[in-house]
């Protein structure tokens, strides 16, 4: 199974700062197949990035999904006031699917 | 506009057993892999089960194998998941979530639900 470590657990910015959120695997990620999701309190996760870089729809071009085999990151190119959230990361293959521990971008 | 309504959570024992519900509209649902994703309280998420859209396939995390039975019925537009012999670890919020694809082979997650809370304890 495929270990997904997030860093750093939290990230202290300010609105307009430029957010990189990283996303490291235990061994090499397939095909790029990870995506991105954001979570902001009492709600479910949203896809925001999958295939490694490819945004879902609807989601602002501020948001972008770059990196392969085992190191991903991404980037918030600038934070608006509904970007602090908690972001995760997750891999995907034919045994299912494994999540990071999440990244908080708090203010 | 996709909707997914979890239902069927609550306090349960130690060993006994609970079935979720997950009502699905705004989509095609037999056009759709189906899976369950837990969020543990202290915010951990994990893939449970997935299925795909004819019940042909499923799978399930290692953590909860032999134990829960995923399902689904396409003529009711519900998904369905049986949790057995429920233990204090299995206690998380439940969502239910629509895959991108009609399989599960490489299965991301495209759209959830609010989730339904089960909480395991004596």
């Known amino acids: 199974e495929i270990t997904l470590t997030q860093s750093p657990g939290t990230l202290s910015l300010s609105q307009g700062d430029r957010a990189t959120l990283s996303c490291r695997a235990s061994?090499?990620?397939?095909?790029?197949?990870l995506a991105w999701y954001q979570q902001k309190p009492g709600q479910a996760p949203r896809l925001l990035i999958y295939?490694?870089?490819s945004r879902a729809t609807g989601i602002p071009d501020r948001f972008s999904g770059s990196g392969s085999g085992t190191d991903f990151t991404l980037t918030i190119s600038r934070l608006e006031p509904e970007d602090f959230a908690v972001y995760y990361c997750?891999?995907?293959?034919?045994?299912?699917?494994?999540f990071g521990g999440g990244t908080t971008v708090e203010i | 506009e996709v909707q997914l309504v979890e239902s069927g959570g609550g306090l349960v024992q130690p060993g006994r057993s609970l079935r979720l519900s997950c009502a699905a509209s705004?989509?095609?649902?037999?056009?759709?892999?189906m899976h369950w994703v837990r969020q543990f309280p202290g915010k951990g998420l994990e893939w449970v089960s997935g299925?795909?859209?004819?019940?042909?396939?499923?799978g399930y995390a290692a953590s909860v194998k032999g134990r829960f039975t995923i399902s689904r019925d396409n003529g009711k537009n519900s998904l369905y998941l049986q949790m057995d012999s429920l233990r204090a670890e299995d206690t998380a919020l439940y969502y239910c979530?629509?895959?991108?694809?009609?399989?599960?082979?490489?299965?991301?997650?495209?759209?959830w639900g609010q989730g339904t809370l089960v909480t395991v304890s004596s």
């Open positions: 979530a629509k895959d991108w694809d009609y399989g599960i082979n490489y299965p991301y997650f495209d759209s």
């Open positions: 705004g989509f095609i649902f037999e056009n759709s892999g």
């Open positions: 299925i795909n859209w004819n019940s042909g396939r499923t």
């Open positions: 061994q090499s990620v397939n095909n790029g197949y």
């Open positions: 295939g490694a870089s």
């Open positions: 997750q891999q995907y293959g034919p045994s299912g699917a494994t």
